[in-house]
């Protein structure tokens, strides 16, 4: 089993939809999950990262973790064109002061207008 | 802020030759930088850990002495690409980590490392 799976997509969402990306991850000890953006040929950005149990706002983007089941998520809301790209989640694992940040294969995302 | 910049964007070099990449981050310190590989389609994989004044962490099946990492400083990186070959053409990416107890990545631009 993979530390973090998640849907490679492509995820095709009209424009204006809520777009849903998932992620599950195999370490229960993790306590820090993050959701990053890439577009084709750039390095990742960090748009969301979550601690606690439950949903975080950020402007159109709701971060939803759920300890219990091992799963994150990302929801989008009014989806726009520019939108679409590559999205990763990443779990931090490892003791402290080892800690590393491991990556899912991303999901590919295109908002369609 | 959590601004990292990278050096050079792109670069070419010859078999067997060496290339270093910087990686410094600009509005802030960090105690830990880490560096990926990204081959096209696929996923980041994490290279190595670097931490500020001790030695590198590598990853398994990544060669230390190949791949060569020294963190001089809280705010740079560098990666060494020694005796390069094509297989080693790929994008390589640098984040680092806020000092204390934030665990957000920040990732610089990336360098495209094409070897012929």
Redesign the interface.
């Known amino acids: 089993q993979k530390e973090v799976e998640q849907n490679s997509g492509p995820l095709s969402v009209p424009e204006g939809a809520i777009a849903s990306l998932n992620c599950t991850y195999s370490d229960r000890g993790s306590q820090?999950f993050?959701w990053?953006r890439q577009y084709s040929g750039?390095?990742?950005?960090?748009i969301m990262?979550i601690y606690s149990n439950g949903d975080k706002e950020d402007g159109r983007f709701t971060a939803q973790l759920n300890k219990a089941s091992q799963y994150v998520s990302l929801l989008i809301r009014d989806s726009q064109p520019s939108d679409s790209a590559t999205y990763?989640c990443?779990v931090?694992i490892g003791m402290r002061g080892?800690?590393?940040?491991?990556?899912?294969?991303?999901t590919r995302l295109t908002i369609n207008p | 802020g959590a601004v990292v910049s990278q050096h050079p964007s792109w670069v070419i070099c010859k078999s067997g030759t060496s290339v270093k990449i910087e990686c410094r981050s600009l509005d802030f310190q960090a105690t830990t930088m880490f560096w990926y590989r990204q081959f096209p389609k696929q996923s980041l994989m994490l290279m190595a850990t670097s931490n500020e004044g001790s030695k590198a962490t590598y990853e398994q099946g990544v060669e230390k002495d190949k791949f060569l990492i020294n963190h001089a400083s809280l705010t740079l990186s560098t990666l060494t690409v020694t005796s390069a070959h094509p297989e080693d053409s790929s994008f390589y990416i640098c984040s680092a980590r806020l000092a204390g107890l934030s665990y957000e990545q920040y990732f610089g631009p990336g360098t495209r490392l094409t070897v012929t």
């Open positions: 820090s993050f990053y750039k390095s990742p950005e960090l990262f990763l990443a931090n080892a800690q590393k940040l491991v990556f899912g294969q991303g």
